[in-house]
């Protein structure tokens, strides 16, 4: 069975640094590009970061672009969001997703998602 | 960047059909995947590639897509359908970005 699991969120203060981790399992890891999407509680979803499988493509939202850096590891199965120079819309519950049909890390479906972490921003 | 419109609500009687729409430039061009997402859960994927639909997803759900409406159908709907949904697209338009709909709560009566 194909998991995720976010960790790494907390409270963070305005202009603070916070890394989320997200570990997958149930599936060849390396094959698939992964994705962070937010959610601020009671509102929309909003697509953060995409990453291919090989890492050779990174993809951000222009509300993150130069601040938030994805990464992954697959030899651990895990995929990071760093996030630097945090403000307090940056506050919201954060998913990690796995693509469902390629590695690029673009144009796909998210197909499996984790339970998601929750970010605070607020000094 | 890309704006996807959906209608905040729509509300159903069981049994009856919903239409979810998402309305966006040329989004017939594009592929649109769809999320249901019930409440305190993670987002589920229903439909991919405008009508494609995930195994373990019930046939009830479909989608199209043409010129400036991508549409999501749920025939014969159920309590247990009652969620908010998403629609999603990629735009390469000053940069390779997704985006998503704003978001419909589906109400059953």
């Known amino acids: 069975e194909v998991h995720?699991?976010?960790?790494?969120?907390?409270?963070?203060?305005?202009?603070?640094?916070?890394?989320?981790?997200?570990?997958?399992?149930?599936?060849?890891?390396?094959?698939?590009a992964m994705t962070w999407v937010r959610q601020v509680p009671g509102k929309g979803l909003e697509w953060v970061s995409s990453l291919s499988g090989s890492s050779a493509s990174t993809y951000y939202a222009?509300?993150?672009?130069?601040?938030?850096?994805?990464?992954?590891?697959?030899?651990?199965?895990?995929?990071?969001?760093?996030?630097?120079?945090?403000?307090?819309?940056?506050?919201?519950?954060?998913?990690?997703a796995?693509?469902?049909?390629?590695?690029?890390?673009?144009?796909?479906?998210f197909h499996i998602w984790g339970q998601g972490i929750k970010v605070t921003v607020s000094s | 960047s890309y704006v996807l419109t959906q209608p905040p609500s729509v509300s159903v009687a069981p049994g009856q059909a919903a239409t979810v729409t998402c309305g966006g430039n040329n989004i017939g061009r594009k592929s649109v995947h769809?999320?249901?997402?019930?409440?305190g859960q993670a987002p589920v994927l229903?439909?991919?590639?405008?009508?494609?639909r995930p195994?373990?997803?019930?046939?009830?759900?479909?989608?199209?897509?043409?010129?400036?409406?991508?549409?999501?159908?749920?025939?014969r709907v159920e309590a247990?359908?009652?969620?908010?949904?998403y629609c999603h697209v990629w735009d390469s338009t000053?940069?390779?970005?997704?985006?998503?709909?704003?978001?419909?709560?589906?109400?059953v009566l």
Not at chain 1, 9 to 32: I, N
Not at chain 1, 98 to 109: E, F, H, I, P, T
Not at chain 2, 57 to 70: C, D, K
Not at chain 2, 80 to 85: H, L
């Open chain 2, 46 to 52: 229903v439909v991919y590639d405008d009508s494609e």
């Open chain 1, 98 to 109: 796995k693509d469902l049909q390629d590695s690029s890390g673009y144009g796909d479906a």
């Open chain 2, 94 to 107: 000053g940069g390779h970005r997704g985006f998503f709909g704003g978001g419909t709560k589906l109400t």
């Open chain 2, 80 to 85: 247990g359908d009652e969620a908010d949904y």
């Open chain 2, 55 to 75: 195994s373990g997803i019930p046939e009830r759900f479909s989608g199209s897509n043409s010129g400036i409406t991508a549409t999501l159908t749920i025939s």
């Open chain 1, 4 to 32: 995720l699991l976010e960790s790494g969120g907390g409270l963070v203060q305005p202009g603070g640094s916070l890394r989320l981790s997200c570990v997958a399992s149930g599936f060849t890891f390396s094959t698939f």
């Open chain 1, 62 to 96: 222009d509300s993150v672009k130069d601040r938030f850096t994805i990464s992954r590891d697959n030899s651990k199965n895990t995929v990071h969001l760093q996030m630097n120079r945090l403000r307090a819309e940056d506050t919201a519950i954060y998913y990690c």
């Open chain 2, 34 to 39: 769809w999320y249901q997402q019930r409440p």
